[in-house]
Nanobody, 114 residues
Framework: VQLQASGGGLVQPGGSLRLSCTAS????????MGWYRQAPGEQRELVAT???????AVAVSVKGRFTISRDNAKNTVYLQMNSLKPEDTAVYYC?????????WGQGTQVTVSS
């Protein structure tokens, strides 16, 4: 399985970005897809995940601002990020979980700065 993420960039506080991640390979075996992030000097943390059946988990720090969606037919997961704050600055990683193994994308940088 390969995960290809895109959509990061530089945005001003209060702005929006949309991340996309597409899985290829034995992608039909992936149950949970989602996003994690890692800021400099910090541990990687969960942002949001969504199961194939639509069950969602969202970090408290982004609830109400970030929305995760998933297109199972396209093996793609999206993260719509609104009202971005400087503390959202991090490398965002796409994750796919088959239940037996985790797969990670290459990471995409999101920088929130004026």
């Amino acid at each position: 399985v390969q995960l290809q993420a895109s959509g990061g960039g530089l945005v001003q506080p209060g702005g929006s970005l949309r991340l996309s991640c597409t899985a290829s390979g034995i992608s039909d075996s992936i149950d949970v897809m989602g996003w994690y992030r890692q800021a400099p000097g910090e541990q990687r943390e969960l942002v949001a995940t969504k199961t194939r059946d639509g069950i969602t988990a969202v970090a408290v720090s982004v609830k109400g601002r970030f929305t995760i969606s998933r297109d199972n037919a396209k093996n793609t997961v999206y993260l719509q990020m609104n009202s971005l704050k400087p503390e959202d600055t991090a490398v965002y990683y796409c994750n796919g979980d088959t239940g037996n193994k985790d797969y990670w994308g290459q990471g995409t940088q999101v920088t929130v700065s004026s």
